[in-house]
């Protein structure tokens, strides 16, 4: 609660508000207080965007996340503001212990929020949403930390030299807000590609302590007991010790979580400028998977069910040249190629790596049958909105398959929206098909037929279909999770053309498929036609219906 209280005599301070014993001049004081916000601010932020950061990738849906986030925190800084009014008495001693505790909390947070996904991700029941409960007290706590700066430092900068209330706060917060720019610049462009995220917090943890103590301990060391700068310097210490520990055992607790994550037989783990990327299996035996972000996005054991499901139903017809969106893979192209009258395959790939991955890796190579080899297949690494976007509106394309990621995960939402599909009929022949995958039907049903009346509202006329047989196990949508009446098992398709609905069926002329016959894609039309829900809307970009 906010107290009321009597104004103070204009320029008096409070009596516990004597002016501090500096060992340097005032000016100097006061922008070493200034640089020290400066530097808090920066750290603060970093804090708040590498939650934000984490959580998405462990938990999906960044919408969501950033907003849990953000709202949690500046709730929890205007109670620890309010919180900090009873500290201003020991206001140097309260900062410091202050900034002690939030290097801790926020340089130890990333790897926290990671050891509870990896090591807890699949016991299921209430442990299933503990990354979630976990990231609003982080959260909170960061925020409440950080809430309790200002007031504090508002009484110290005083302390050094009186003025009036309003051109004191205007020099804080300009120091807040610019640092406040450093630090949201930094995250992105230095700390995450060159540090990662769970080195780049201790770092700016690190950087918290020394900031605040040298502070404290530098400047304002007089106004504080013995017994007080001793206790300060051991708790800066101690902290310092344990983020400089974690830092050198980092590499050691990624492995471990990472197997505790994919298991034990993964063999290659990269994280590029898009995603992280883990290979699992495929040798001795064992079946390749292939986990884009967390998510498993190919499956040794069904993955041939899939891409049948995908490509077969869209070869029905004319099919010289084909455009695949997405399907770094090279396992979609594969099913493709074994088309006759296939003259060119073009595959637009967000994240090069995945490609020379499929390129390098034997046993990726071997599954997608040496693809990248054929003179016919020309790839190009770039976001498949832009690249649609920019390419000429020419109806060049007998065939576009768009193996995307399912609509729920936010980064792919523009990709399921109705100027996308416009898009894509710009570059669509007249007789062209068009086949989306279009996420789970049975678990989430909405979604799927949300992608439906999207490619209807971009004027396609579209024969949903649902193939069964996915093998349980992580999910590859928006919410990964161990629960296993949860985890989709099945996956959902849309076939479209800008004429007449498409027939949905099998081309002749191409080698009998392993897992589809045109009796089971009867099947399934039928099968996703009963799973209809009433009233979905298109999604756009300005409002995704996700």
């Known amino acids: 609660m906010i107290e009321p209280h009597a104004p103070a005599p204009p320029g008096a301070p409070p009596p516990w508000a004597r002016p501090a014993r500096l060992p340097v001049r005032q000016d100097t004081g006061r922008f070493l207080v200034l640089a020290c916000v400066f530097v808090c601010a920066a750290c603060g932020l970093v804090y708040e965007l590498e939650l934000v950061a984490l959580a998405s990738y462990l938990i999906g849906d960044s919408v969501t996340q950033a907003s849990v986030v953000l ?40 790897m926290a929020l990671y050891a509870v996904f990896a090591w807890t991700g699949d016991w299921g029941g209430l442990w299933a949403s503990a990354p979630r409960w976990l990231l609003v007290a982080f959260s909170l706590a960061i925020g409440l930390l950080i809430g309790a700066e200002v007031p504090l430092l508002m009484e110290l900068i005083q302390r050094i030299r009186r003025q009036d209330a309003g051109g004191a706060v205007a020099d804080l917060f300009a120091a807040d807000y610019v640092g406040a720019l450093v630090g949201g610049l930094a995250f992105p462009f230095l700390l995450l590609p060159l540090l990662g995220q769970l080195t780049g917090a201790m770092l700016t943890g690190a950087v918290n302590a020394l900031a605040g103590g040298a502070l404290v301990l ?15 310097l051991v708790a800066n210490l101690a902290v310092l010790g344990v983020l400089a520990t974690a830092t050198v055992l980092v590499d050691d607790f990624e492995r471990a979580a990472r197997e505790a994550v994919y298991g034990k037989d993964v063999r290659v783990a990269l994280q590029t400028g898009v995603r992280e990327i883990a290979l699992t299996g495929g040798t001795g035996g064992r079946p390749l998977d292939l986990y884009l972000d967390g998510r498993l996005r190919v499956s040794g054991g069904d993955q041939d069910r899939y891409h049948e499901a995908l490509v077969h139903p869209a070869m029905n017809g004319p099919h010289a040249r084909v455009l695949i969106l997405g399907g770094g893979d ?35 190579s071997r599954l997608n049958g040496h693809v990248y080899g054929d003179a016919r297949v020309h790839v190009s690494t770039a976001d498949a909105f832009r690249r649609l976007r920019t390419s000429a509106p020419v109806p060049s394309y007998d065939v576009v398959i768009a193996d995307l990621p399912d609509p729920g ?17 710009r570059v669509l022949s007249p007789d062209g098909r068009l086949v989306v995958h279009a996420g789970p039907v049975a678990s989430r049903p909405h979604d799927f037929w949300t992608v439906e009346a999207t490619l209807r509202a971009a004027g396609l006329r579209t024969t949903p279909y649902l193939v069964g047989g996915r093998r349980p196990g992580s999910a590859a949508g928006s919410d990964r999770t161990a629960d296993a009446s949860r985890t989709p098992r099945d996956w959902g398709f849309v076939l479209a053309s800008p004429k007449a609905r498409p027939v949905l069926g099998l081309d002749p002329r191409a080698p009998q498929p392993a897992t589809l016959t045109q009796k089971s894609l009867r099947a399934a039309r039928r099968a996703a036609e009963a799973t209809r829900v009433a009233g979905p809307v298109a999604s756009t970009l300005v409002h995704p219906r996700y």
């Not at 190629?337 to 990726?364: F, K, T």
């Open 218 to 232: 530098g400047l304002f060391r007089r106004d504080l007991t013995r017994r007080a700068r001793w206790l300060l």
């Open 330 to 364: 090279g396992l979609a192209a594969r099913e493709v190629l074994g088309h006759p009258g296939v003259r060119r395959v073009d595959i637009v790939e967000l994240d090069g790596a995945v490609v020379d991955l499929a390129r390098s890796d034997p046993a990726l």
């Open 71 to 110: 709202s949690v925190m500046v709730f929890a800084m205007g109670i620890g503001s309010l919180a900090a009014k009873r500290l201003r008495r020991h206001a140097a001693a309260a900062f410091g212990t202050i900034e002690a505790l939030l290097a801790l909390v926020g340089g130890c947070s990333a």
């Open 409 to 425: 995960v936010t980064a792919s939402t523009k990709l399921y929206s109705e100027e996308f599909y416009g898009l894509v009929r």
